[in-house]
Structures are given as C-alpha cells and as structure tokens.
C-alpha cells in the first residue's frame, strides 16, 4: 500500500465506514464475531471460531463471515460473540462453547430465532458514531 | 576472559556479583551451551542501538529457555558489556533464569483475584501430584512449577498456563488430567 | 422469518429468584392468548446487572429497559410494547437515579457504562488498521498535523483535565507542556504498558483490541513535545498484545502513519517496542526509563523529572495506555466535551478490572463519579453465592480497601486518597465474608518484598519487616506492640523511601488496620481468625452428635488425619491435620465444625 496523503485517508474512511455499516460486502449480509483477547482464547474462543468455520461450511451458507475482535469486557462469560443478522437486533452470546456455536448457526442464523441463556447485554453505547 | 574480568576489579561494586557469578551459574561442564549463529546475528542487529541488553536476553532465553552461563559471557563480550551487568540484569528481572526450566513450564497465577480464589491450594496439589515444589524441575525433566504475578486472566480465576497456554477456572481435581495432557507429549 | 420484537428475560440468579422463571412463562403465555407469538420472541438470557432490580426485561431492537418486573406486569407489556408499540412508562428504569449519565447527552441509555477508553475494544478486528480508519481513527493525528498548533493541543487537554491514569493523577496537559518547553535536539515519547499490579489486566486488553489508538496518541504527542521516536515498554507476559503491537506499528507504517513524512506534512515519528522482564518497579517512571536503557530497574529521585531529563538524558513524556487512548477522543471532540464527564477535579473515564468474589467479572469502563455501589451491583451483578460484601481493594499493592460503609463514595482521584486508597491502575478486586484482612495485608506485603528493587534501606527493610510481623500475626505469634511497629515503619515507609512503590507499599496493611481493627485483634489476643483462612489459628472438630460415621471424610482427608470405624464415630487428630478444609466440604451432615 502506497503512503497516503490527508485526502487519502478521508477516501479511505468514507469507503470503510461504508463497509462497516452496510455490512454488505461481497453478498455477506451476516456477521460472527468473535472476542479474541487473551482472556477469550484462553476460555477457549479459538475453538469456538473453528466451531463456527466448521458448522457454516456444513450448514453451506455462503453470507456469513466470521471476524475476530478484541475483548468486550464480560469476561465472566467468556467466550463472547457478537451475532448481526439483517432484521434482527445485533446481540452479543457468553459462555459459547463449540456446542452453543453450532446452535447459533443452525437457531439464530437460520432459524432467526435467539437461544436462551446465553445472551449478556452490551455493556455501553456506542459513542462513535 | 582473563582481560574481562581484570575489568572487574575497578568495579568494587559489582565484585560480589562476579563471585556469586561463579557459583551459581551452571558450572561449565554441564552447560556447553553455545550461541547459534542466528543468535550471533540477532546480536549484531541489536549492537549498535543503545539499550540493547534486556532485548537480546530475551531473544537468548527465548532460544534456550534460560540464561546459560557460557552463553552470558559470550553475550557480555559480543555487547562488549561486563559480565556484571549481564548477571546484574539477568537476576534482577523475574522473567530470566538461570537454571534450566522443565519441558513444559507450568505458570500457576498468584496475582490477587486467584489468590482469594485458592491459587495456594493449586501449587500444593500440583507439587503432590508432580513431587517437586516450586522452582524445581522433575526428575525427568518433564515439568517446573513457578509461581507467577498476575497472568491478567482474572476473570477466569485461578488460572494456570503450561507453556503459555493458559486454563482458567482450575479445579484441584482438573489437575492431573492437564499434567497428563502433557507429559510425553 | 425474523420476529418484530424480542423480549430478552433476564435469567441471572438474582432475577431467577425473584420470579424470573414465571415471568418468562407467562409472557410466552401471554404472546399466545393475545395472538401474537409470530410478533415475539421472549428469550432467557445471562445476568445484566442491576441485579436488586430484578427481575430486569429488556426490549430489542428499540432498547426499551424494564426494571423490577413481575409476572402480573406480562400481560401489560405484550399488549402496549408488542402490539401497539408503545413502552409501559410505570416499567421503565429511571434514569434520574443514575448520577453519571445526564451528564453526557449523546449517551442517553440505562447503562452505567460509558466507554471512551474501550471505544473500539470488542468492535473492531485489532489486527485490520482500515476499521480502526472507519472509525474516526487517526483523523484526530489529521487534526494535529494540519489544523492545530502545538499550543493548541495542550490547550484542549487543559481543558479536558485528563489526568494521568497510572497512579498519582498528574494533569497530563501540564506533562506534555513541561516537555515541550524544554530545548532539546531529542525528545522521546514513552507509553508505560508495565501493567504489574496483581489484578490488573486493563492495558492488555485496551491494546489488544485497539493497538492503533496508542500508536495515535503516541504521534499526536510526539508532534505536540516535539520528539520523533517513541518507545512502547511493555510486559513480556502480553505476547499477544506485543504481536498486535508488532502489527499495528507495520500496517502504519505501510499508509504512511507512522515514519517519515507522515500524511505528507513532513513531520517524522517511529515508533519501537521494549520488553519488560518481570518487575513491578519498572511501573515507576524513572525506573521503567533505566529498563527501556537495558538496566536494572531501579528509581532514582525526583527532580529532574522525566520531561527535563529522561530517557537517554533527554526531555521525555511518559504517560500509560489509558491516557494515551483517550486523546485522540479529546481532540477530535474537544477538551469541553470531556470535561463534561465526570466530577469536577477527575474528568472523563476510568476502565476497572473488576475482580475477585463478584458475579459479573469484567473490564469495565465508568464515568469517574461512580458509586462503588453502582459498579458492584448494577455492571457486577453483586457478590458470588449470595455471601456477604466485605471491601473492595483498589490500587493493588499501592493501595487500599474500601469497606461497605464507603460504597456509595463517588469514585475519583481525591475520594479515593482520602479513604487511604487510590486510583492506582484500576484494579479493582471484591472481597467477601471469606477473605481475612489480615492475610490480605500479608499477601500485598510479600508481594512488595519480592518488588522491591533494594536500593533505598527505608522500602528494603521496611517492607520485609512489616512481613515478618503480619505473618506472625497470621500464624498466632502476634502481639499488640506488633502493631504498633507496624504503624511506626509504615508511617515511616510512606515518607522516606524513595519511589512510588516503598511510599505506597504500607498502604494496604495501613489501610486493613485501620477498617479492620477488630480482625487484627482476633488474630493476636484471640489466636482466632474469624473468616477461617489463616491455618495456623483454626482447628477442625467433629460434632460427636452429628457425626454418623459414614467415613467420607476419612477418606477424602489427604493426610489420614481422620479415624474412625463406619458408623462409629469418626476425630481428628490434631497433630497430623493440615487444616485444609476438605472435611469440612465433604460432610453431608454438618458434623465437621470450625474454630
């Protein structure tokens, strides 16, 4: 990537903040993600992203990406994932083992129906907006 | 290595070190440690930028696990630096050892949310399960117990990390099912 | 097809007993009577918090957050929200009884968080610079380098009042000013990442979900001071951070961010990574520059501070993670906006690791003014199995506790000081009935043993005394001159040692004396300790009367400590009993029994 100038990287925020929002690139419509902070891996998110990876491909959905972030911060609850679906309010899911990831996939994004005990409030508004 | 340590003697201060030094360190017969030539590399990197020590130790004990005594004089004399200073920092600094740590090198977390949580109670069981206690290595050089500050897992409390891979929530009973998980391995 | 609505249930314990489970019947009962179950999801989910006002329901997507809600509110809620769409204004939380949320107008929702610091944490994938970009990042360094002057940018801190996050609070705008006014060819820009306190992990997770927010920062005051490198001294045990550091530092560079001729303007800053190597002392700022120089870290004193002679000798601005990352927020919105968060000398945020003895364990980020009280029960969800609060320690092992008659305190630099505690990095760690002080102090104190670098006699000597006493006090050899020793060295501790860490090392057995006399008390004329912890004072019995011999905890004693024939009654024998506990755990019938 070439250097960029100041109008550069006011492009380049246009275009990404797009991204972001829309959340629509290549067709992808539904979004995974995954808290990937030491406290998270070491809770084991690494197998819940496999887990995930594993149960998109067999279920053949083609509009899911998988992304990892940092920590949320419920690290009692750890792993935590956030879940976006279009026409659905974005929530986020503690204590998700492999087993909770695959009734993610197959209840809340296929299914559009949210799976008890294991949805945790987020914990503050976003204030970039 | 007799001009090095002539350049002690002017260093009042640091004689007791140099002293301790011998002693302490691994005595030569059992530690024919070299640097690689990777290392020798990495050090030459390092040379010119100033505050260079801590950086290169780590890459050494990275490499080796510890600090061994040969390769401390050979670093003190690639970073052109007395052998004091190498041994001032080494001992200064909890992350560097001097003795050889076991294969898989077990972290128990004594910060104070897994210390409320029964840390204590994990090294005792481990060192029943293991036979040794803190600080030493297995006789077969499989496992080393050490108790360390703050893993910053402590919503997971107690947690414990083999090799860096850390478990959080450990029961006593959990124990020997993760040693197991390693030995041999 | 996806629902209209979704009435998320609260199932945390606390909600669960007060009815939750009916209330989470009778609102599908409710859906199906009044035909909508195809409107509405109700789903059981994780404890939120505000747990004394449960049961907690909140409405998705509009938000909407009911409190205290009982199964005869159901029928009400799905047919004014779910039917007609019209909240039941007598549910709603009253946000009038918040004190820290009015404040800021754009944030406007029940929640006691309000997240600056940990703006992209949890949001933004670490490792991909173009979503920190979408989200406003570096367009605050844009800022800097085109639009404000130097002056102006310390003027917006000034009016922000950030002050620094690590431990004693100084006005950042006025460390930056110091080292800017300062004549030098060099200058450097340090970020403290030696996040050492035991019970602290709020660095680590900051720069593991927003590596570049530091990298910014850096940049913005190494244009401000007038430095072109920068050093991020980080903890050797954060191997992830460091990776993502690693990351980010290259992904800037590659756009230009970060090296020669940054966006064009001519302005050139790098920006290299340091290890630490396992010493708290290196927390200090003179001792962390004698480490980043590749020595021993050890303080020297104070003056010349570091923005007059520093790293290399040079004038050098050394600030932590947390400050850092709140700087680009103030210069993109100003030092006003800022300043209308939080109290009136601690503006703005501060992030907790919150810890210890308490259900909701996290990393939260408040809004300075926050009762204890807020943070332990509405983001924590209150102490772990129902048992009672005793203190929240803060400040690791530079400060102290906090007891239940302080919890409605407003959390901020000069409470806190004034309650013998402080700010410190934001560790905060609950305790409950179960933790005896007295060990706690012990705790802290051996931990400072350990820290102490050695140089200064008063922090050496001091602190391994007040060890030697505490355990004897643990293990029932104290005497009440022990505590007057105590008071003596600490008291002298506090003025005479040379850093941060030996002034502030007695604080945490300075402070459990002082809440907590009686503890100290039992412990030296008693031989007792009331919570059970210290081994040496209690003795495990059995209860003639309830014991009905049925060997379970003869077997599971792990040093055959017990004897006894089945259904005979079993004892203890004394000499051999290490006080674990375990047949304490084991009995079913209350038989064992603790003194």
């Given at each position: 990537m070439a250097k960029l100038t100041l109008e550069e990287l006011k492009k380049l925020r246009e275009e990404k903040r797009k991204e972001l929002n829309n959340?629509?690139?290549?067709?992808?419509?539904v979004q995974v993600i995954v808290g990937m902070g030491t406290c998270g891996i070491a809770a084991g998110a690494k197998d819940t992203f496999d887990a995930f990876l594993k149960e998109i491909d067999q279920s053949g959905l083609t509009n899911v990406t998988i992304r990892q972030t940092g920590c949320m911060g419920l690290c009692h609850s750890e792993p935590t994932v956030e879940v976006i679906v279009p026409d659905m309010p974005s929530v986020v899911y503690g204590n998700v083992n492999p087993d909770v990831a695959q009734r993610i996939v197959r209840k809340?994004?296929?299914?559009k129906i949210m799976i008890n005990d294991h949805i945790f409030d987020k914990p503050a508004a976003d204030i970039i907006k | 290595m007799l001009s090095l340590e002539i350049q002690?003697?002017?260093?009042t201060t640091e004689i007791a070190e140099v002293l301790i030094l011998n002693t302490t360190m691994e005595k030569p017969a059992a530690d024919d440690k070299k640097l690689t030539p990777e290392l020798k590399e990495f050090i030459r990197q390092w040379?010119?930028?100033?505050?260079n020590l801590i950086m290169v130790l780590h890459r050494v004990q990275e490499h080796f696990g510890y600090i061994p005594r040969n390769v401390a004089f050979e670093v003190a004399d690639l970073l052109d630096v007395p052998l004091a200073r190498v041994y001032g920092v080494v001992t200064f600094y909890?992350?560097?050892?001097?003795k050889k740590p076991g294969r898989f090198k077990i972290a128990v977390c004594m910060g104070t949310a897994c210390y409320l949580k029964g840390g204590e109670d994990i090294i005792k069981e481990l060192e029943n399960i293991l036979g040794v206690g803190l600080n030493a290595v297995t006789p077969d050089g499989e496992f080393s117990v050490e108790a360390v500050r703050c893993l910053g897992c402590c919503g997971l409390a107690p947690v414990l990390s083999v090799n860096g891979e850390v478990h959080g929530n450990?029961?006593?009973?959990q124990l020997a099912e993760i040693v197991a998980k390693y030995k041999g391995t | 097809m996806a629902f209209k609505n979704y009435i998320l249930v609260c199932g945390g314990a606390g909600c669960e007993a007060n009815r939750g489970v009916d209330l989470y019947k009778t609102l599908q009962k409710e859906l199906q009577e009044q035909g909508v179950e195809n409107e509405a999801q109700v789903v059981k989910t994780g404890c939120f918090g505000f747990c004394e006002k449960g049961p907690i329901v909140k409405m998705l997507p509009d938000e909407t957050f009911y409190v205290s809600?009982?199964?005869?509110?159901a029928k009400e809620i799905v047919a004014e929200?779910?039917?007609?769409?019209?909240?039941v204004a007598r549910l709603?939380?009253?946000?009038?009884?918040?004190?820290?949320?009015?404040?800021?107008?754009?944030?406007?929702?029940?929640?006691?968080q309000v997240r600056?610091?940990?703006?992209?944490c949890g949001v933004?994938?670490?490792?991909s610079i173009d979503e920190y970009i979408a989200r406003d990042g570096y367009d605050a360094l844009a800022k800097v380098l085109t639009e404000m002057t130097q002056d102006q940018v310390i003027e917006e801190l000034k009016k922000s009042g950030l002050r620094g996050?690590?431990?004693?609070?100084?006005l950042t705008w006025k460390k930056w000013m110091f080292t800017k006014q300062v004549a030098s060819n060099e200058k450097y820009v340090i970020c403290n990442?030696?996040?050492?306190?035991?019970?602290?992990y709020m660095d680590r997770s900051t720069i593991e979900g927003d590596p570049h927010s530091i990298l910014e920062a850096m940049t913005i005051a190494g244009r401000t001071v007038g430095a072109s490198q920068g050093v991020i001294y980080i903890r050797a045990e954060y191997p992830l951070a460091i990776i993502r550091l690693e990351n980010a530092i290259k992904q800037a560079k590659d756009y230009g961010l970060?090296?020669?001729?940054i966006l064009g303007t001519g302005f050139n800053f790098n920006i290299e990574i340091r290890l630490g190597a396992?010493?708290?002392?290196?927390?200090?700022e003179t001792a962390l520059i004698a480490s980043t120089e590749g020595r021993r870290g050890m303080p020297i004193p104070r003056p010349p501070f570091p923005a007059v002679?520093?790293?290399?000798q040079k004038p050098t601005v050394i600030n932590n993670v947390e400050t850092y990352a709140n700087i680009p927020m103030i210069v993109l919105r100003g030092g006003d906006w800022f300043a209308k968060i939080g109290t009136e000398t601690s503006k703005g945020t501060k992030v907790f690791a919150l810890t210890g003895k308490?259900?909701?364990?996290g990393l939260i980020e408040v809004p300075m003014g926050t009762t204890l009280r807020e943070i332990i029960?509405?983001?924590?969800?209150?102490?772990r199995g129902g048992k009672a609060f005793k203190a929240v320690q803060t400040g690791g092992p530079s400060g102290g506790v906090i007891t239940s008659e302080y919890l409605d305190t407003p959390i901020d630099y000069e409470h806190l000081q004034k309650l013998?505690?402080?700010?410190?990095?934001g560790g905060m760690i609950v305790m409950d009935e179960d933790d005896c002080m007295v060990d706690v102090a012990r705790f802290y104190q051996e931990f400072c043993v350990d820290e102490?670098?050695?140089?200064?006699a008063p922090c050496r000597i001091g602190t391994r005394t007040i060890y030697n006493l505490l355990t004897g006090i643990c293990q029932g050899?104290?005497?009440m001159d022990d505590l007057q020793k105590i008071n003596e060295i600490g008291r002298a501790m506090q003025k005479a040692a040379l850093c941060g860490l030996g002034q502030t090392a007695p604080n945490p057995v300075l402070s459990t004396m002082k809440y907590y006399e009686k503890e100290y008390l039992a412990h030296i004329k008693?031989?007792?300790?009331p919570s059970g912890k210290c081994r040496d004072l209690v003795t495990y019995y059995i209860l003639p009367n309830k014991c009905?011999?049925?060997t379970v905890c003869a077997r599971r004693c792990p040093v055959g400590a017990i004897t006894g024939e089945r259904q005979k009654i079993h004892t203890i024998n004394q000499e051999t009993?290490?006080?674990?506990?375990e047949c304490l755990k084991a009995c079913?019938?209350?038989a064992v029994f603790r003194r």
């Open positions: 959340r629509r690139t290549e067709g992808k419509d809340h994004i296929v299914g | 002690f003697i002017s260093l040379k010119p930028k100033p505050g909890h992350l560097f050892k001097l450990v029961k006593k009973d | 809600v009982k199964p005869e509110d929200h779910v039917v007609k769409g019209r909240p709603l939380y009253d946000k009038t009884q918040s004190r820290t949320n009015a404040k800021l107008e754009d944030i406007d929702f029940y929640q006691k600056i610091v940990l703006r992209n933004i994938d670490p490792d996050r690590g431990g004693a609070g100084f990442a030696d996040e050492g306190d035991p019970g602290a970060l090296g020669e001729n396992g010493a708290f002392v290196c927390g200090e002679r520093g790293l290399w308490i259900n909701n364990s029960y509405d983001i924590g969800g209150g102490i013998g505690s402080i700010m410190g990095s102490s670098c050695g140089k200064c050899r104290g005497t008693e031989k007792k300790c009905i011999g049925c009993c290490i006080k674990c506990g079913k019938f209350s």
